[in-house]
């Protein structure tokens, strides 16, 4: 799916439900896992290499994440795709979530191919993913949902792939 810029955050406000903070009301974990296999599978061929999954994180918002090698990329850096319950929103970063302010840093520090990046998220597209940028998702959170008090700073990345 693809969303431009300007519609991310009313996405992002639209998904925000607060009587629902770790899934959706009708979140289907099936159907979740199913495309989240056809992720692995898909960035496993298209890096040609083996990509270590975690999947349906217990008390989280994030479904899972996904690790292309860094011996696969042409930087030598790992991608972290990380994909939430909500929406099937997904984000995708150099080394971890967090290791650069996003991925225009890590390109520009040359940790980040643009061809590896194109790869990537040509792969979410196509199986229905909505690419949300680190810099969106870092912005302060000021939805609906009451996140746990231990957030002192609450973030977007904080509601749609933050524990609870």
Known sequence: MTESEADLPALLRELDDPEWL???????????AVRFGALVARLEGDFAAPCPAEQDAQDSSEYGRVVVPG????????????VS??????????????????????????????????????A??????????????ESDYDGPSRLPSYIQRPTWSDRFFGYF
Request: proline share 3%; hydrophobic share 40%; net charge negative.
């Open 22 to 32: 770790e899934w959706p009301q009708r979140y289907d974990r099936r159907g979740t």
């Open 71 to 82: 011996d696969a990329t042409v930087c030598g850096t790992r991608i972290v795709v990380c």
């Open 85 to 122: 319950k909500f929406g099937s929103l997904a984000l995708v970063c150099a080394d971890n979530p967090g290791a650069f302010s996003g991925t225009e840093e890590a390109r520009a520090e040359g940790e980040l191919d643009d061809a590896d990046l194109a790869r990537v998220n040509r």
């Open 124 to 137: 979410l597209v196509e199986l229905g993913y909505v690419v949300v940028a680190e810099e969106l998702l």
